[in-house]
């Protein structure tokens, strides 16, 4: 009893005394049998000789859990608007010199339209006509050869400059032509399949964050905010939320107002500041109860004072 | 509260461990206070919810025990909030509207100097019970402050804490309740003992 400041009542040990001569020194001997009991037969407590180390985990959770997302905007961003996605599908056709020489007259030839028909800013629609000779090709070939190293390739590269020119359509390809092509065209459907996810994931994330967005300013997430900030006593933040128009007599899944959250915390300026709002005294929870009742209990006069319960002296 | 805080933590860390003895040890050191506590908030109504909310009570208290941070708050604190908020829950489940009586009234604070309380010697069981009959009947925050400090033996600071209040809060109800009890126990004669 350190900072006991208030001074020995008589009342206070008249009480003492009586709790003393009510004792009943064989019941609590049985409560005590029972309570041990029961509390061996719960799962023990876990063993943490450090438990304020739990929060410092939780923080590191969460930044753990911040870098990831970070990680996979960049991601996203990356893969998504990156102008030099084009180059790696572009780069396999050069194997043809390599492994078949009788290709060797062509190559710029067919390679630009093949850049140009794989690129989709410069062909929106091309993709899904062009997947099928491509696939078909590659299908072909698929055991015929090895994929030869593409960043091996891709200095040697000749065709690059043709990206940007206009797609033609889709020539027939020599037999010849599209064995050629073929390792190079294997990778692409991975490529464009994680794409397509990608974009769907951009479009998602986008939602979320519009969705999010648009709760945090919605009633019902100003009400529950202002719920919160009545219960901690926070005033300035159940002032700023009131301006800003949160509801003030939206009730919580308990039936429980602001105002009430703000009683039940004894929180008297910021009960004041509700009830200047026009907050009801008499909305009644689902157990029946009014920030009123709730009051009573709490007997503090500043409290009452703010709820206009009593006259101000 | 007189048992050592820092014991407490001591004793609760070690219970944690996998000491078998220190949780009884601690409960020792509380059971009494803490059922009273429990009791005398739930009122002669509901007395029979009295063991179960205090076995309720200990059994959070054992499995939170990990949680329990001592630089934050007495174990004192954190054992009465526990058995405060068990009540309240009853009380919910129960749907007792908690209101004892009406609005405290200055009136009871004028009453009179402690020192002439009749109430020197508690010896009658007749008595006592009229004392707790009248501490039963004070509302339930003050009710809950003034056997705190009264039997439980805690701080204003550590009422405040179990209580969720500012000291302030917690100073003014004990103030009233001692003034609703003198005026209630007023007609008290030492004749009773």
Known sequence: MSDHDATPDPIDTAYAQAEGVLHDEAARAARRARVLAAAAREPAAPVDATPRRRPALGRYGGWLAAASVAGVSVLVATQVYSPARAPPRVAPPPAAPVSQPMVSPQPAAETAPTAARESPRATPIAPRATAQPRDRAAADVAQAQPAPSAPALLPTSPPQQPVAAPAPPPPALSAPTARAFAPAAAPPPPARASESTIQELVVVTGEKRAAVKAAAGSPADLAAKLRDAAAAGRTSDVKALLAKGAPVDAPDDDGETALMKGVKGDHPKAVALLRRYGASLETRNHAGQSARDMAVPLGDPDLDRALGLTARP | ?193
């Not at chain 2, 007189?2 to 000491?19: F, I, K, S, V, Y």
């Not at chain 2, 919810?49 to 001592?70: C, K, M, Y």
């Not at chain 2, 009658?124 to 019970?129: H, I, K, P, T, V």
Request: charged share 25%.
């Open chain 2, 1 to 193: 509260m007189e048992p050592d805080a820092a014991e407490d933590a001591d004793l609760l860390r070690a219970h944690g461990a996998g000491d078998p003895h220190a949780f009884g040890r601690l409960y020792d050191r509380y059971d009494r206070a803490c059922f009273q506590f429990i009791r005398r908030l739930l009122g002669a109504a509901q007395a029979d919810a009295a063991e179960d909310l205090h076995q309720e009570t200990w059994i959070a208290v054992s499995r939170n025990a990990a949680g329990f941070d001592p630089a934050k708050a007495s174990f004192a604190g954190w054992l009465f909030t526990i058995a405060r908020r068990k009540v309240w829950d009853h009380f919910r489940r129960q749907k007792v509207a908690v209101l004892a009586s009406a609005v405290h009234d200055e009136a009871a604070m004028s009453v009179a100097d402690p020192d002439l309380s009749p109430l020197d010697a508690v010896q009658s069981r007749e008595l006592a019970q009229e004392i707790v009959a009248a501490v039963e009947a004070l509302p339930l925050e003050q009710r809950g402050a003034f056997v705190l400090f009264a039997h439980a033996g805690l701080s204003l600071a550590e009422i405040a804490e179990a209580s969720g209040v500012t000291v302030e809060t917690a100073k003014s109800r004990l103030r009233y309740a001692r003034a609703k009890l003198r005026q209630a126990l007023a007609g008290e004669r030492p004749a009773h003992v």
